[in-house]
Nanobody, 131 residues
Framework: QVQLVESGGGLVQPGGSLRLSCVASGFTLDYNAIGWFRQAPQAPGKEREGVSCLSSSIGRTYYADSVKGRFTISSDNDFNTVYLQMSSLKPEDTAVYYC?????????????????????WGKGTLVTVSA
C-alpha cells in the first residue's frame, strides 16, 4: 500500500521560507516520479496546479513559471523522501500543498502538467502566507 505523508506547512510572512517534506512508503523514488501540486483553499473546484516535479528519467525536474527561482525540489532516495524548499513566499502561494507520485519514468513536466495522471496523492499540508 502506497502512502505519502506531507509535513512542514504552516503560517509564514511574505518573503519568508518554508520547507515541505513528503515521506513515501510502498513506493520507491528510484525509478518513478514524485512531485508537489497545490490547490488554493478558496478555489476547491479548480484543478490542482503542478508546482514542481522530479523524475528519474530525462528531464529530471520541472518548475511552474510562478515558482521558478523561488522553490527547489530535492529528494533523499535512501529515505524515500522528497522536499520542497520554498523561499520568497508570496500571499498567492497560499494553498494546500499535495505530494504526488506516478509510477514509471515520465518526464517531470509531463507529470506536473497532468494531475489526472497521478497515481497516488498525499492528504496535503496547508501553507498560509500572510502578514
Amino acid at each position: 500500500q502506497v502512502q505519502l505523508v506531507e509535513s512542514g506547512g504552516g503560517l509564514v510572512q511574505p518573503g519568508g521560507s518554508l520547507r515541505l517534506s513528503c515521506v513515501a512508503s510502498g513506493f520507491t523514488l528510484d525509478y518513478n516520479a514524485i512531485g508537489w501540486f497545490r490547490q488554493a483553499p478558496q478555489a476547491p473546484g479548480k484543478e490542482r496546479e503542478g508546482v514542481s516535479c522530479l523524475s528519474s528519467s530525462i528531464g529530471r525536474t520541472y518548475y511552474a513559471d510562478s515558482v521558478k527561482g523561488r522553490f527547489t525540489i530535492s529528494s533523499d532516495n535512501d529515505f524515500n523522501t522528497v522536499y520542497l524548499q520554498m523561499s520568497s513566499l508570496k500571499p498567492e502561494d497560499t494553498a494546500v500543498y499535495y505530494c504526488a507520485a506516478l509510477r514509471g519514468s515520465p518526464a517531470a513536466e509531463a507529470m506536473c502538467i497532468n494531475p489526472d495522471g497521478v497515481d497516488y496523492w498525499g492528504k496535503g499540508t496547508l501553507v498560509t502566507v500572510s502578514a
